[in-house]
């Protein structure tokens, strides 16, 4: 089955250090999304892709978070720096008209 | 902007039905999902709505009405492995086509 595989599965970082998740969404699907979750807020839209372009980062700190997709194969979320209050997983997700299939996430501690 | 909610938690029994409500205001519709998440996993694609009525897989089926701006998640002959969250999901083109999560409904079967 194809899946969208997300790196890491888990980081713990120090508070102002960078953090950097990698997702491979699967092959053919051109729309990439990035969502947060956390027991208060839930799934959060942070970034949209459509084609690699960037559609709506509206849900995302600006000052401090950043999406790109360098190629088809690879989007990327950084933060830099982390603060204790990124903690959450982050979950990538991408789809062809629908649904969307999710990544197994990053689990993001930050300390 | 766009509002989407749903019951925070319900408990059923083994062998029962449950009916997950989800209600939303959107700009615009372009379909409503659900989604299955087990504690620590992945949202998992349930089912998809586009047009009004109930769409049926098996022992999960999925209403909608889109003048009532209302949809329903049936799940029937419950098992223990059906204690999990629901998420309801909206896409909505006036806002990109970007897919909207409810606070998800975490349910719990009991024997």
């Known amino acids: 089955d194809a899946r969208v595989t997300q790196t890491p599965r888990h980081k713990v970082t120090e508070m102002g250090q960078e953090v950097t998740m990698r997702c491979q969404p699967i092959?053919?699907?051109?729309?990439v999304f990035w969502y947060r979750q956390t027991m208060m807020q839930g799934l959060e839209l942070l970034a949209y892709?459509?084609?690699?372009?960037?559609?709506?980062d509206s849900g995302m700190p600006k000052d401090r978070f950043s999406a790109e997709m360098p190629d088809a194969t690879l989007a990327t979320l950084k933060i830099q720096p982390s603060e204790p209050r990124d903690s959450a997983v982050y979950f990538c997700a991408s789809g062809l008209n629908s649904p969307l299939h999710f990544g197994n996430g990053t689990r993001l501690t930050v300390t | 902007g766009q509002n989407i909610d749903q019951p925070t938690e319900m408990t059923a029994t083994e062998g029962a039905i449950v009916q997950i409500n989800c209600t939303y205001q959107?700009?615009?519709?372009?379909?409503l999902f659900w989604y299955q998440q087990h504690a620590g996993e992945a949202p998992t694609f349930l089912s998809y709505?586009?047009?009004?009525g109930l769409e049926e897989k098996g022992r999960f089926s999925s209403f909608l009405s889109r003048s009532k701006g209302y949809s329903y998640l049936l799940l029937k002959e419950l098992q223990m492995k059906d204690s999990a969250s629901y998420l309801c999901?909206?896409?909505?083109?006036?806002?990109?086509?970007?897919?909207?999560f409810g606070g998800g409904t975490r349910v719990l079967v009991k024997p």
């Open positions: 999901a909206v896409r909505d083109p006036a806002a990109g086509n970007k897919l909207t």
């Open positions: 959107t700009s615009g519709f372009n379909g």
């Open positions: 892709f459509r084609n690699r372009a960037p559609l709506d």
């Open positions: 709505n586009v047009l009004d």
């Open positions: 092959l053919g699907h051109n729309t």
